[in-house]
């Protein structure tokens, strides 16, 4: 079946400019996670959901960052005034539940100027 | 904290020859271990964990307590072994229910 998916896959905006990234997970799936990588590093766990409720947002840097999940499928996560320390890789992974294997997208490269 | 450590930025080999990628990792709990895989444009995909014991290409990752490590191994390395390698770690219940991943290691088979 159809994997997860993401979009855009690449972004450019400028500084200051508001973006939502999108992620639609596999059929199914009830637990969505966002991660951020930056260049030469490896992901970095931003938030999670089950179903529609978000359960942890610790990774989240600061208030500009917000994810949200309506109605249990697709997840938008947004960042506010984006900063050029903003720019990453933003992955998304879905799976079955909480401790089952999770299938990740193809990512959304962001790069704010 | 939980922390996952991949020491080698880069680990270059020829092929046929063995092939070692280390990983530590510091938790307080009993950890899920897993090893993640990313060939060149592609996305990020499970290459194995440790609950499943399995061998998957040719790879097999022993969780060691004592030394904390989950070093992935491979007895004959092939050239389509090149990729980039993840090690992450999950403390399901007692952590973050997110996964924490190394930085990452660089494997290049040479021919």
């Known amino acids: 079946g159809a994997g997860v998916s993401q979009s855009p896959r690449y972004k450019v905006t400028k500084r200051g400019q508001d973006v939502a990234l999108r992620c639609d997970p596999i059929?199914?799936?009830?637990?969505l996670y966002w991660y951020r990588q930056a260049l030469g590093q490896g992901p970095e766990f931003l938030t999670y959901?089950?179903?529609?409720?978000?359960?942890?947002k610790s990774g989240l840097p600061n208030d500009r960052f917000s994810a949200e999940r309506p109605e249990g499928s697709i997840s938008t996560l947004t960042i506010q005034r984006t900063e050029q320390r903003d720019s990453a890789m933003y992955r998304c992974?879905?799976?079955?539940?909480?401790?089952?294997?999770?299938?990740f997208g193809p990512g959304t490269r962001l790069l704010v100027l | 904290a939980q922390r996952v450590t991949q020491p080698e930025k880069l680990l270059s080999v020829f092929k046929g020859a063995p092939v070692e990628l280390k990983c530590n990792y510091s938790?307080?709990?009993?950890?899920?271990l897993f090893w993640y895989v990313q060939y060149s444009r592609q996305r990020l995909q499970l290459l194995l964990r440790?609950?499943?014991?399995?061998s998957i290409k040719g790879f097999t990752a022993d969780l060691n307590k004592g030394e904390t490590s989950f070093h992935l191994k491979k007895p004959f390395a092939q050239e389509e072994d090149s990729a980039m390698y993840y090690c992450?770690?999950?403390?399901w219940g007692g952590g973050a229910d997110g996964l924490t991943f190394g930085k990452g290691t660089h494997l290049i088979i040479q021919p």
């Open positions: 992450a770690l999950s403390g």
């Open positions: 992974a879905s799976s079955l539940g909480v401790e089952e294997t999770q299938y």
């Open positions: 440790h609950i499943s014991r399995e």
């Open positions: 959901f089950n179903y529609e409720a978000q359960q942890d």
């Open positions: 059929s199914g799936h009830v637990s």
């Open positions: 938790y307080s709990g009993s950890p899920e």
